[in-house]
């Protein structure tokens, strides 16, 4: 199972540490991936991480703000994300999963999800 944690309400500008902590088993070995739906809208990609941790990829909409990293000591993935508009307001899922590269953007793909968090950023 998957717990995000990290959420919370912020002002435009400023920053938060998404983390997502993995119980049971550990995250190596998986595709790692943060999604967020805001209200009324569809569920959409944020960030993945891919399997061995070396390749990151980043939607557009969030490139040079948001990062993603791993930690394999504790089985968490974090989503660090700087330079937050109001436009990112959502609820945060993380998801991991066997997923190969062309499917990494996809929710379908993933398996096993997080129960979201929640991110309010105020203008």
């Known amino acids: 199972q998957l717990q995000a944690s990290g959420g919370g309400l912020v002002q435009a500008g400023g920053s938060l540490r998404l983390a997502c902590a993995a119980s049971?088993?550990?995250?190596?070995?998986?595709?790692k991936a943060w999604f967020r739906q805001a209200p009324g809208k569809e569920r959409e990609f944020v960030a993945t991480?891919?399997?061995?941790?070396?390749?990151?990829s980043f939607a557009d909409v969030v490139k040079g703000r948001f990062t993603i990293s791993r930690d394999i000591a504790k089985s968490t993935v974090y989503l660090q994300m700087n330079s937050l508009k109001p436009e990112d307001t959502a609820v945060y899922y993380c998801a991991a999963g066997t997923v190969i590269q062309s499917s990494r953007a996809i929710a379908s793909a993933y398996a096993c999800w997080g129960q979201g968090t929640l991110v309010t950023v105020s203008s």
């Open positions: 991480l891919s399997q061995n941790g070396g390749t990151s």
């Open positions: 049971g088993r550990t995250l190596s070995g998986y595709r």
